[in-house]
């Protein structure tokens, strides 16, 4: 669906670095990016989009070990262990009937795997991160010191819409290689009644997650997703947050300089955060069945201090 609009030119997404920039706009100091388009006002209006009182999660299950790793130790109960009575616990009275189990997990959830969300301190174009900070923001043992995760420690709960472009096609996936572009995200608007607005989280469905569940796999390297020449038009509608059921970016970009031309210009011009690797089926069903396509999102971030980014369980509340 590209009639009627010819795609920018790969000089003209190298200039989106400079005409979607949001540097400076909240303040030389700031981190939280289009974040600041979430106000109380925005919130507020978020909680009246609950109509039905109706949750569902928009993350994937994280598998081990697939997704990462982990190591588990069980106390069994302390009547099955011989010698129980001879092993004290500070704080705790030796209780025959006491038992537990604890783990220690390891995950890189970066990829095209586990559901995440990338704060701006992910990316960097020449050096530089969002705001115009260098890249050495970032030190190799304590992470980074700017727009880092915890930027979003009070967590992300906005309006959420849901935009299901495969749908729209009339297909029940996007293929790997094709983009969406902002004909269709009008298009899905018209067609669910709803319009993006300030400070919404947009997610997009591309179907994708429909051939994960079917096959069990993530894909490779070639993904349907946002094409570049929807930046200007998530610009203009002062969106807060995207997500998609792929890593975002329609993988090959058609743009040998930028590799991921989505991924580049929000994070590091727009300080715009990305939800990655969504699990949209759920989500597109209870909307499509209540006729609903806009909901509370609430994302809330583990604060790991310094990182990039944060495993999530998106929840929509319709």
């Known amino acids: 669906m590209t009639s009627g609009r010819s795609l920018p030119t790969q000089d003209d997404v190298l200039g989106y670095f400079e005409s979607l920039s949001n540097w400076g706009r909240w303040g030389d100091d700031d981190e939280r990016g289009t974040l600041n388009h979430v106000t109380d006002d925005v919130r507020l209006a978020a909680a009246r989009a609950v109509r039905h009182g109706r949750s569902v999660s928009c993350a994937w299950e994280v598998s081990v070990p697939g997704d990462m790793e982990r190591s588990t130790t069980s106390c069994p109960c302390a009547a099955?262990?011989?010698?129980?009575?001879?092993?004290?616990?500070?704080?705790?009275?030796?209780?025959?009937?006491?038992?537990?189990?604890?783990?220690?997990?390891?995950?890189?959830?970066?990829?095209?795997?586990?559901?995440?969300?990338?704060?701006?301190?992910?990316?960097?174009?020449?050096?530089?991160?969002?705001?115009?900070?260098?890249?050495?923001?970032?030190?190799?043992?304590?992470?980074?010191?700017?727009a880092a995760v915890t930027a979003a420690a009070n967590g992300i709960v906005t309006r959420g819409v849901l935009l299901d472009v495969a749908a729209v096609r009339d297909v029940p996936w996007l293929e790997p290689g094709q983009g969406v572009f902002p004909e269709d995200l009008e298009e899905a608007e018209r067609r669910q009644g709803v319009q993006v607005r300030r400070g919404d989280a947009v997610l997009l469905r591309t179907g994708h997650g429909r051939v994960r569940h079917q096959s069990a796999e993530p894909g490779g390297f070639a993904q349907a997703g946002w094409h570049a020449s929807c930046l200007p038009w998530l610009h203009e509608r002062e969106v807060?947050?995207?997500?998609?059921?792929?890593?975002?970016?329609?993988?090959p970009s058609g743009y040998d300089d930028v590799l991921m031309p989505v991924h580049a210009v929000s994070l590091v011009a727009m300080g715009l955060w990305l939800l990655d690797n969504c699990d949209l089926e759920a989500c597109a069903t209870t909307a499509a069945d209540l006729g609903q396509w806009d909901f509370q999102l609430a994302l809330a971030p583990v604060r790991f201090a310094g990182t990039s980014g944060s495993p999530v369980n998106p929840i929509a509340t319709f």
């Open 80 to 146: 099955e262990m011989p010698g129980a009575e001879d092993m004290p616990v500070a704080g705790f009275r030796n209780d025959r009937r006491w038992g537990f189990s604890t783990e220690r997990l390891g995950i890189t959830f970066h990829g095209n795997t586990v559901t995440h969300v990338d704060s701006p301190c992910h990316l960097f174009w020449d050096g530089t991160t969002y705001n115009g900070r260098s890249h050495s923001v970032v030190d190799e043992a304590t992470g980074s010191a700017w």
């Open 240 to 251: 807060a947050l995207i997500g998609a059921d792929t890593p975002q970016d329609v993988q």
